[in-house]
């Protein structure tokens, strides 16, 4: 295996806080709609205070977050025998799920971890379980370096930010919508963060694809529930 240490050259672009209000982007004039250049920039903002807030979080309390979101999320999942299973390797402060990630290889899943192959187009999930030999992928995230391609069942999706309809604001890239755009068939989706990472909205676009429900330290929150 490769050091786990997190990659350092990963981050969003410069924030424009000073141009985003508390309350969103402003609207268009004469209209409810925000624009999409105000969005995109309060977007930026609010993933570079989102990220800060986050790594000022002690370790200890972070792994505490993440040892009970790991738990909801077995709960929330159910049975695994059979089951694949797409989480993340985690740096900036994400919870870490790689004790998660063992505990479902020892119930029968299997799992892997998603792999950008190329900018501006979908992932790849590639099996990997503890132990397999890894290597530096784009951004310098670790990937597995022998694992087979597998359409998973579940993904597994750290979040920036949430908003209660379980719209997640990631790192701008655009990866996960566009992944779950290209699948032949839909897995389930399961978003991961803390309870600092709720917002009133991430103000949704057109591409952007809700998840199935988004866990914390503290709840589950259900987009089916969220639309009743």
Same mark, same amino acid.
């Given at each position: ?20 209000? *508390? ?14 250049? *105000?969005?995109?920039?309060? +977007? ?7 990220? #800060? %807030? ?7 309390? +972070? ?10 999320? %077995? $709960? #929330?999942?159910?049975?695994? &025998? ?29 799992? #892997? ?16 379980? &503890?132990?397999? +030999? ?10 597995? $370096? ?16 949430? *908003? ?43 591409? *952007? ?9 503290? $709840?589950?929150? &259900? #987009?089916?529930? $969220? &639309?009743?």
């Amino acid at each position: 295996m490769i050091a786990d240490d997190p990659p350092s050259n990963y981050a969003s672009p410069p924030c424009f806080m000073h141009e985003a209000g *508390d309350d969103g982007p402003a609207e268009a004039a004469g209209g409810a709609i925000p624009l999409r250049t *105000d969005v995109k920039r309060w +977007r930026k903002a609010e993933r570079e205070r989102l990220i #800060a %807030e986050r790594m000022a979080v002690p370790n200890a309390v +972070r792994s505490g977050h993440g040892s009970r979101i790991a738990a909801a999320l %077995e $709960a #929330a999942i159910g049975g695994v &025998s059979g089951v694949t299973i797409s989480a993340y390797w985690p740096f900036r402060g994400e919870p870490d799920l790689r004790p998660f990630m063992e505990r479902m290889t020892s119930l029968g899943a299997r799992c #892997a971890l998603p792999v950008v192959v190329e900018k501006a187009a979908p992932l790849v999930f590639r099996t990997w379980r &503890s132990g397999d +030999r890894l290597e530096r992928g784009i951004w310098n995230i670790p990937v597995p $370096a022998d694992g087979a391609d597998v359409l998973p069942d579940i993904v597994i999706a750290p979040v920036v930010g949430f *908003d209660p309809s379980c719209y997640r604001l990631g790192y701008g890239g655009g990866f996960f919508d566009r992944t779950l755009a290209a699948l032949p068939r839909k897995p389930r989706v399961f978003g991961v963060g803390y309870e600092q990472a709720a917002i009133r909205t991430i103000h949704p676009q057109p591409h *952007d694809i809700p998840m199935d429900a988004v866990i914390t330290e503290g $709840a589950v929150y &259900s #987009a089916a529930e $969220a &639309s009743s």
